[in-house]
């Protein structure tokens, strides 16, 4: 066979997988609805649960549930039949994903949950399947042409299954109010808190910050930038941003006369200033253009004013530390 006969096998393969998903918008009705106001509702958890190939797509979505703030987790029907089925409770939500719905193996766990008035989510492709007979909400899968080439293989029917379930995500997300605000603190590590970090996150505040008021001596402001480590101090003026002085500023001042060691004669006058909210990933890519290690932080509402309150520095190694790059 031929190699490039790959890429014609894999770009088929997609090709009836993609036409196969556009048929996921005869579920969004009335069912779709009733899920989404079912599952904002719930006082408990949300128990998703499937065998096979289903269960693997069960367990994505209780983790993308879980990941937007949203209690969840993945019961296995095989470990509910041995104890597991004590940890859903009635004020719990049952979300079961079966493309048949007529797995054996979801009997049990249908009838504790029946048992115990669970409310159940049935997800499946035939409404008269055993799953959804039981279900309080029954959401239709369409009959789907699998993407293989014996047309047997869960491929667009594991696909479509995912892709319900991420538009149940998506759409509890938007009613929730969900913010990256609110993302970044269930994302604290990986790369994609790493994305969601701001200038305010990382830069140092309060006390940390080297900062002298304008009428101080020399001396002083190579104490304070000695005391603090972060190789600069920041100048202030009735408490306001007024010069930027860094190490090499200083050492420069060391063989100039007593008149031109004042503080207002060294530095850099009206530095450059970032805003709090902005990305850290942005704020490295700035200190890198121009060859600087500080940025000086303030609020949203200072930045364009002309007199600016510091409220914190960021220097390049707490960007480091942190693995942000650009």
């Known amino acids: ?49 499937g065998l096979g190939k289903s269960g693997l797509i069960a367990r994505k979505i209780s983790a993308t549930f879980s990941s937007v703030g949203i209690p969840s987790f993945f019961c296995h029907p095989s470990e509910a ?35 115990f008035r669970i409310k159940i989510i049935g997800v499946a492709s035939n409404k008269n399947s055993i799953l959804l007979k039981a279900s309080d909400i029954k959401i239709v899968l369409p009959k789907v042409k699998e993407a293989d080439i014996i047309g047997m293989v869960p491929t667009s029917s594991t696909s479509i299954s995912l892709l319900l379930g991420d538009c149940l995500a998506t759409t509890v997300m938007q009613q929730k109010n969900f913010s990256k605000d609110k993302f970044k603190v269930f994302h604290p590590g990986g790369n994609i808190g790493k994305s969601l970090l701001l200038a305010k996150d990382i830069m140092v505040t309060g006390n940390k910050i080297p900062s002298i008021d304008q009428n101080k001596t020399f001396q002083e402001a190579l104490k304070e930038m000695n005391k603090k480590k972060l190789g600069c101090v920041v100048v202030t003026n009735n408490n306001k941003i007024s010069r930027f002085i860094s190490d090499g500023d200083l050492r420069r001042a060391l063989n100039k006369s007593t008149n031109n060691k004042k503080l207002s004669n060294i530095g850099k006058k009206n530095p450059f200033v970032i805003n709090e909210n902005m990305p850290a990933s942005k704020s490295l890519a700035i200190m890198s253009e121009k060859k600087i290690t500080s940025l000086l932080v303030v609020s949203g509402q200072d930045r364009n004013k002309q007199n600016k309150k510091l409220k914190g520095i960021i220097h390049i190694h707490f960007l480091i530390q942190r693995g942000i790059d650009q």
Do not use: P, W
């Open 81 to 115: 039949l041995h104890g597991d089925l004590g940890q859903i409770e009635k004020k719990d939500l049952l979300i079961i994903f079966s493309y048949s719905g007529n797995t054996s193996e979801l009997s049990n766990m249908l009838k504790y949950a029946n048992r």
């Open 1 to 49: 066979m031929s190699k490039k006969n790959y890429i014609n096998i894999a770009n088929k393969s997609a090709s009836i997988q993609i036409n196969e998903l556009k048929k996921i918008k005869s579920v969004f009705n009335d069912s779709f609805i009733k899920a989404v106001d079912l599952i904002l509702g719930c006082k408990g958890k949300i128990v998703f649960s």
